[in-house]
């Protein structure tokens, strides 16, 4: 009976504590949502006051503005990503499943700082371990998630930085999948924009980043996003906070707004308060002076290409789907295009052989050049094709018969 209360009791602690936590962020952000971007934001070049020792702010693999990007520093529960990453990835690949029921071990409940008192032994789906990891950066659910995909964190914190390496995260070494400080667990503003790009292109993601409130275990733990833009920014899409004594306060805001996705991360920032102010100094920054612009051929101007020896007396040409460029402000409308075909092919003709180009320029410069290829193959003519159109003109009746 007595541990039972226990049980309750910090169940109840940690229900009041987020609640708290929500509480004390409104006045604040609710105060900041009034202010508007600075009046110099539409300019490519500027220096913003970003209360940060370092940032970045990226739109796909496009850097948009960055301050010692590349500069190692502790990165907190911003490793979460790379944990749900790899998560994520674990899911798609059939190994777990969202209502699988996990359980906790000894170590996972014994990892201390940011948690929901997950008890040695206790049960709960994937789902719900999954969003308490995104929305409250619990600590003992990342490491359920490390043992239950990799069977120990050793092997998972190899997969962590194997997964690293793949994406090019020169700058990010991992000793742990929760975040918490340890001797040489670094990343740089960089790398976390990259594995935060990543992690977004996954199905499901954001139905857990953007959980502003929540609850688990039938309303008895309450669930608060540590990241504050999710309630208070427009287009947001997540994505995960840290702070520890080493690290500071961190940041990976995402939103998206007419199209563009935008990425924010700021790291080393002195208070809580100005980690949300630099993350969104840098969002409202791209959101002004860049637009997403996503190049597309007319099907009307891919007109068939002559083949000459084939079976075939032409070829369609089709264009490949292009990626959206980051354009400045208004500069989409402005964009031009050309397209230039082949005047003639001779057969053999394979599917997917260049047969053009189209060339997309923004005052004089240009921004993109997409290749037009055979949308399927022209055989040359042989001796069988004769005789089959011969036949062809012997077995139809002549016009007007």
Request: hydrophobic share 40%; glycine share 8%.
């Amino acid at each position: 009976m007595g541990k039972g209360w226990k049980k309750k009791l910090r169940r109840l602690t940690a229900g009041m504590l987020a609640l708290g936590l929500w509480m004390l962020s409104v006045p604040v952000m609710a105060a900041d949502e009034t202010e508007e971007a600075p009046a110099d934001t539409a300019a490519n070049a500027v220096t913003l006051n970003i209360p940060a020792e370092s940032c970045i702010l990226v739109s796909g693999d496009t850097v948009l503005y960055e301050e010692n990007a590349d500069q190692q520093m502790p990165p907190a529960s911003i490793t979460k990503i790379m944990t749900l990453l790899l998560t994520f990835e674990a899911l798609e690949a059939g190994q777990i499943s969202l209502d699988q029921m996990v359980t906790c071990s000894e170590y996972a409940a014994s990892m201390g700082g940011t948690q929901i008192w997950l008890e040695p032994g206790e049960e709960m789906s994937i789902s719900d371990i999954i969003k308490a990891t995104a929305v409250n950066s619990a600590n003992d659910c990342a490491m359920v998630l490390a043992e239950t995909i990799a069977g120990s964190e050793e092997t998972f914190v190899q997969m962590m930085n194997d997964k690293a390496a793949e994406l090019g995260m020169t700058g990010t070494h991992f000793e742990n999948p929760t975040g918490l400080d340890a001797e040489g667990h670094l990343s740089t503003a960089r790398d976390i924009a990259t594995m935060s790009v990543e992690l977004l292109k996954h199905k499901g993601v954001t139905d857990y980043t953007t959980i502003w409130m929540d609850s688990l275990r039938n309303g008895e733990t309450g669930l608060v996003n540590t990241n504050k833009l999710v309630r208070y920014y427009e287009g947001c899409s997540g994505l995960k906070t840290g702070t520890t004594d080493g690290a500071g306060s961190c940041l990976s805001a995402s939103a998206t707004r007419d199209g563009l996705d935008l990425v924010a991360v700021s790291m080393g920032s002195d208070t809580s308060a100005d980690r949300f102010i630099a993350c969104r100094t840098l969002l409202d920054y791209g959101f002004a002076s860049f637009e997403s612009y996503t190049p597309v051929v007319p099907a009307e101007q891919l007109t068939p290409v002559p083949v000459s020896g084939g079976q075939k007396e032409s070829v369609t040409p089709v264009a490949a789907q292009a990626d959206p460029i980051i354009l400045s402000k208004g500069k989409g409308a402005a964009v031009e295009m050309t397209v230039n075909l082949s005047e003639g092919e001779t057969a053999p003709v394979a599917a997917g052989d260049p047969v053009g180009e189209a060339v997309f320029t923004l005052e004089g410069e240009t921004v993109l050049t997409l290749p037009l290829t055979a949308a399927e193959g022209v055989e040359p003519v042989d001796f069988g094709f004769v005789l089959w159109r011969l036949w062809e003109m012997l077995i139809t009746p002549p016009f007007g018969s």
